[in-house]
Structures are given as structure tokens and as C-alpha cells.
């Protein structure tokens, strides 16, 4: 990860929407709620000007900037090396996913195409109907779209998948939203997140001095040994784990299942 100023934007901005799958959950819903502020900038943001600059990253558009290629460039990373896990596994077929916080359809609508059988949200309803008129685009069926957010997730899937969401979440909400994300799961949860060490902490407050238009959402990075922790806790045990790094995107990706 090179030390320029636009690589501290990942923390602010390089992540997909979130947004989560519907029915009746194990944790509090109080306890689980970011706090109103926080919420309601999210929704607000990404079903505005937000939506129309990540459904344009998100897709094969060229009206972009360098900064916002290199997103999309790594957030393809991310998503690819979920998909090649699937793969080798070779039994997602018929198999249900819960996509939590979908976007723009980026993970969901390839699983699908794979045979997933996907419920996959989205807290802003912009992202959600784009990521639905994708996949109907794609003659897609079998997979659900809709907006909500992570309070009213619950059921029992599979895969419970949350990619490139967590960084919306503060930290002393993270272990609350893991947990409730390994009670959805029968068998494997799928994450990412921001680490939170020295270097991009020092990134990210580096690019705190340079407020900017783009950067409209809070950011927050988190300690990858507590998240560890969280889904040790929840009775899973890492199973596979990437990083996708380049200049202005940074993820670690695990692959937890339930033992």
C-alpha cells in the first residue's frame, strides 16, 4: 500500500453498501443499532450522490477517475477470490447465500449464476433495485432483492456473505454485528473489513486533514484479532483468508466456518 493521500479514502469511501437480508434475529435489535447518525448518513448518502458514483465503479463505465478505477479494481479482486473458493468447493449449487449489504449486486449475482440461491439486501434502496435490475438483465431468477438493514435480518442460510460493509460500523458495534451475522449462518460466514493497524490508522488520519465532497461517511478500521475473536466466540473457526491491497483499496477477507 503506497503512502499517497488518496489511499487514505479507501477508509472513507472504497467499500460497497451495506445493507442487510430480512426476518427475526437472535440479538437485541437495540443493542445492534448504529447509532442513528451513523445509519441515517449511510442510507442517506448512498441513495443520492453516493449511488451514482459506486454504481458507476461498480460497473464497466469509463466516466471514472483513477482513484475510482483502482476501487473497482480491487474490489474485483476481493469478489473474484470469494468466487474461486466457491469454485474450488463445487457445491454451491442449490446452496442458500444471504448476501448482507449486496450493493450493487457484485457477489450476489455471480453466485447466483453459480446456482446460489440468493436473498441478498441492502440498506439503500438505490443499491438494492439497481443490483435486481442487473440480475433480471442477466435473465437471473431465483434471487431476491430488497432493502433493509441488519436489524431485521434473520433466518438461516448456508453462507452468510458481508463483504466491504464493516467499515461503516464503529467499533464498539463490530463484535455485536459478527455475532449476528454467525447466528444467520448453518455453516460458513464469509467477511471483510479494513485492519485496523499503525499503518492505515496513520493513513486514515493523514486523510482526515484533507475533508473533501467524496468523503461523506464515516470510516472505521478494526482490529483483525478481535474479529477473530468475535467469530471464535460464535463457535467458527477461520478457514481461508486473503488481503487485497493496492493503492487506494485495502481488505482482509475471511472465510469462516461453523465447527
Not at 449476528?180 to 486533514?209: M, N, Q
Request: with cysteine; charged share 25%.
Amino acid at each position: 500500500m503506497k503512502s499517497s493521500i488518496a489511499a487514505i479514502l479507501v477508509a472513507t469511501m472504497a467499500v460497497s453498501v451495506q445493507g442487510f437480508a430480512p426476518q427475526a434475529s437472535h440479538v437485541s435489535s437495540s443493542k445492534l443499532a448504529l447509532s442513528v447518525d451513523d445509519k441515517t448518513e449511510v442510507r442517506e448518502y448512498f441513495n443520492t450522490e453516493g449511488f451514482n458514483r459506486w454504481n458507476k465503479i461498480y460497473s464497466e463505465s469509463e466516466e471514472v477517475n483513477t482513484v475510482q478505477l483502482d476501487i473497482r479494481t480491487g474490489h474485483g479482486q476481493t469478489i473474484q477470490k470469494i468466487l474461486n473458493w466457491v469454485d474450488a468447493d463445487g457445491d454451491i449449487k442449490g446452496k442458500s447465500v444471504c448476501d448482507c449489504g449486496c450493493g450493487v449486486g457484485s457477489l450476489a449475482i455471480p453466485l447466483a449464476q453459480m446456482g446460489a440461491k440468493i436473498s441478498a439486501s441492502d440498506i439503500s434502496d438505490s443499491m438494492s433495485s439497481e443490483a435486481a435490475r442487473r440480475a433480471e438483465a442477466l435473465g437471473i431468477k431465483g434471487a431476491e432483492f430488497y432493502t433493509s438493514d441488519l436489524e431485521s435480518v434473520s433466518g438461516k442460510y448456508n453462507t452468510v456473505t458481508c463483504v466491504d460493509v464493516a467499515i461503516h460500523y464503529p467499533s464498539e458495534k463490530m463484535g455485536e454485528m459478527i455475532q449476528h451475522l454467525c447466528s444467520l449462518a448453518d455453516d460458513r460466514l464469509i467477511i471483510s473489513f479494513a485492519p485496523k493497524t499503525w499503518y492505515y490508522v496513520a493513513l486514515k488520519k493523514f486523510g482526515e486533514l484533507f475533508p473533501g465532497p467524496s468523503k461523506t461517511t464515516r470510516a472505521y478500521l478494526h482490529e483483525e484479532e478481535f474479529v477473530r475473536e468475535q467469530l471464535k466466540a460464535a463457535g467458527f473457526e477461520v478457514a481461508r483468508e486473503e488481503m487485497t491491497g493496492t493503492n487506494f483499496y485495502f481488505s482482509r477477507l475471511l472465510e469462516a466456518k461453523r465447527v
